[in-house]
């Protein structure tokens, strides 16, 4: 499984880094550009968009060249069929958002989109499955998919940061089911953080830079989603069913924390502004590197809290939610008084 796994991020890797200069050519000929026209653009001149699509194609290429070199069990082609269908509808729906710049399609256009992937992947079996009744589980789901999609599209803010965190934390869930041998999540966490690794050196490129755009953020955004539907947490304690929260724990507790500075502000938290943590800590004096990097290693940790908590029986793993839950309170706490001072 190791082996696959390996093979399909390197297929990955290889495809999204060849593809993604071909991506910026075409964004540039048919002049699909994200021009710094508002207060909340960093960058001075037009940036090409159509990244998302390089990464899509090599994420999708590394799985159907596994599919036809390898034999799989039956439910996980059915799994990964629904999870390229997902990113596919999700792409679409970035694309267009992308083309109709800076307007873009309204939010309620954007939620119905959202909704009808979550239903693909409902369509495929990928959901929640230790909530009944079966009506809730598929509520809850359409509502856990459009919010970490959302999620990762927020969090498209600063060069690398959606992306190296779309490594992170498929990363996080590749090392929780390996042990499991949920092929499924192996494969497509394998080929995510393949794709989206490769995509960081031409997002982070001075001269030949390229954007992801709602296309990328929103397709990783609803990936990771269903990554995070593939697999068992509760081998040992149904706390483990907080282990995707916890690897997904920075893209939400920001966009937790942006809507919560919003709201209290009386803005929509729908709408773009320099309000982000990742922005406060560059207006601190943090480079975008180091932001990155930061935003990684906090990815990482809390990857390895979700893993213990796979691992360890009721009371420790209870303990470990509740010590994430006070230290993201406390952080809370701290970075309003950052951002208020």
Not at 186 to 192: D, E, L, M, Q, R
Not at 250 to 268: A, I, N
Request: with cysteine; glycine share 8%.
């Amino acid at each position: 499984m190791i082996v696959l796994c390996i093979a399909t991020f390197l297929a990955a890797f290889l495809l999204t880094f060849l593809l993604t200069p071909l991506a910026r050519w075409a964004a540039l000929r048919w002049n699909i550009l994200d021009h710094p026209r508002t207060a909340v653009k960093t960058h001075k001149e037009p940036v090409p968009y159509l990244g998302g699509l390089a990464i899509y194609a090599g994420i999708a290429g590394a799985l159907l060249s596994l599919r036809w070199a390898t034999h799989f069990p039956t439910g996980t082609l059915r799994s990964l069929r629904g999870l390229l269908l997902g990113g596919a509808l999700m792409a679409v729906l970035g694309l267009i958002d992308d083309t109709k710049k800076p307007n873009g399609l309204s939010v309620t256009t954007k939620l119905l989109f959202q909704f009808a992937a979550a239903a693909l992947l409902i369509h495929f079996d990928i959901r929640i499955h230790f909530i009944q009744p079966e009506w809730l589980a598929d509520a809850l789901t359409v509502l856990w998919v459009a919010g970490i999609s959302n999620a990762i599209n927020l969090i498209d803010i600063m060069d690398g940061l959606a992306a190296s965190q779309a490594v992170a934390v498929s990363m996080g869930f590749l090392l929780i089911s390996i042990p499991s041998e949920h092929v499924y999540v192996n494969v497509a966490a394998a080929a995510v953080a393949g794709a989206a690794l490769a995509f960081i050196p031409h997002n982070m490129s001075r001269r030949r830079k390229i954007f992801m755009g709602d296309t990328g953020s929103l397709m990783l955004g609803l990936l990771l989603a269903g990554l995070s539907l593939g697999t068992s947490y509760t081998r040992l304690s149904e706390i483990g069913v907080f282990a995707p929260l916890l690897i997904l724990g920075v893209p939400v507790y920001d966009t937790l924390f942006v809507s919560v500075m919003r709201l209290k502000q009386g803005k929509s938290p729908f709408m773009g502004s320099k309000d982000h943590l990742a922005q406060k800590l560059r207006a601190k004096g943090f480079t975008t590197e180091q932001v990155v990097l930061s935003f990684v290693a906090a990815t990482g940790a809390l990857s390895s809290c979700a893993y213990l908590l796979t691992l360890t029986p009721f009371v420790f793993s209870l303990g470990i939610v509740v010590a994430a839950v006070l230290v993201g309170i406390i952080l809370m706490v701290a970075l309003h008084d950052v951002v208020v001072h």
